[in-house]
């Protein structure tokens, strides 16, 4: 009987000689892959929605497991070392590769529910997952609410979340490299005011009147990063200042009320919906332009996706979504992801 082959030569350089015969939990991965993208742990802790003691604890344990140390940790800051940096590449593999598989076996049973954020009720994404739902009625596409597409993201990755629409040149790029986008619409761009605000009696909003004006855009959410960086390109070189960060209001009463008290107008979209007293005016002066995508997890295969896909192409064509206007303004660094060219 011939003896065994020696496999020590298959072996990745620089990790344990025992790692083929370990079992390596993704987890541990894609918490490595969160630090390594956020370099601080309570960021990351925040993204993967478990306590920042847990997911150190997730480290140290892949570090035992594969024999190297993968962070240098200081009270300042979070440092990939060689063997961090070594592994990232493997670990988004190894991701992808296991959602790629799970996803080619769905198809064994009934399909698994697709989650799809939606964001808020009455915006463009509602429409696109009507539109959807409407063509693939064999396929439950479950309606999901975030407040962001930063935040999204994350539940995306973690596998919580399966589709999201958004800024998507907002989202950091080592996030970006690991979904997939497809462009949907350039939604105009408003602001809401109290009722009684002295711009609020004007048809549309010249970006020049609001010169002075603090406007809320976010800041301090961090699942909304993509948006306050959106209003902070805006606003350069305008006067505008930016609202300081706030605790966020949760349903319309408390919307209200916080308006009523701070009158800070708040910059949204023409689709927003409708709050009590209240108005939403579209910008003008120019035109500014929320670049809006599908976002989903990359290497997902599902009906729902195809479907999701579909009708935001069927939507944009009928409705003109892609089109921007001659005064349209939107960052430079958006106009290659809506060109589909990042």
Request: net charge neutral; hydrophobic share 45%.
């Amino acid at each position: 009987m011939p003896a065994p082959a020696d496999r020590s030569s298959d072996r990745s350089p620089g990790f344990s000689s025992g790692l083929p015969h370990r079992h390596l939990d993704p987890r541990l991965l894609r918490g490595f892959l969160v630090v390594a993208e956020e370099l601080h742990f309570t960021r990351a802790a925040t993204r993967l929605y478990v306590a920042q003691q847990a997911l150190s604890r997730d480290i140290r344990r892949l570090e035992r497991e594969l024999g190297a140390e993968l962070f240098v940790r200081t009270t300042r800051q979070v440092t990939p070392t060689a063997d961090g940096e070594r592994l990232v590449p493997y670990a988004r593999r190894v991701l992808e590769a296991q959602d790629a598989l799970l996803s080619a076996f769905a198809g064994d049973g009934p399909e698994r529910p697709l989650l799809v954020d939606v964001n808020s009720p009455g915006l463009v994404s509602g429409r696109v997952l009507d539109r959807a739902r409407a063509l693939a009625p064999d396929c439950e596409l479950m309606a999901r609410f975030e407040s962001g597409l930063t935040g999204a993201a994350g539940e995306i990755l973690a596998g919580r979340l399966d589709a999201s629409f958004g800024r998507f040149a907002g989202l950091d790029p080592a996030v970006r490299a690991r979904l997939e986008q497809q462009p949907v619409r350039y939604e105009p761009m408003a602001v809401v005011l109290p009722e009684d605000h002295h711009l609020a009696g004007l048809d549309a909003v010249p970006l020049e009147a609001l010169a002075g004006e603090t406007v809320y855009a976010g800041a301090g959410n961090p699942r909304t990063r993509e948006w306050t960086d959106l209003a902070l390109h805006l606003f350069e070189g305008r006067g505008i200042a930016l609202a300081p960060p706030a605790p966020l209001a949760v349903g319309a009463d408390e919307f209200r009320r916080v308006m009523a008290k701070k009158r800070n107008p708040v910059l949204a979209v023409v689709d927003f919906p409708a709050l009590p007293e209240t108005v939403r005016k579209p910008l003008v002066g120019p035109v500014p332009l929320s670049p809006v995508s599908l976002v989903w997890r990359k290497g997902l295969v599902h009906s729902g996706i195809d479907a999701l896909r579909r009708a935001a192409g069927e939507l944009a064509a009928e409705e003109g979504w892609l089109r921007r206007p001659a005064d349209g303004w939107i960052p430079a660094s958006d106009e290659l992801v809506m060109a589909g060219q990042d």
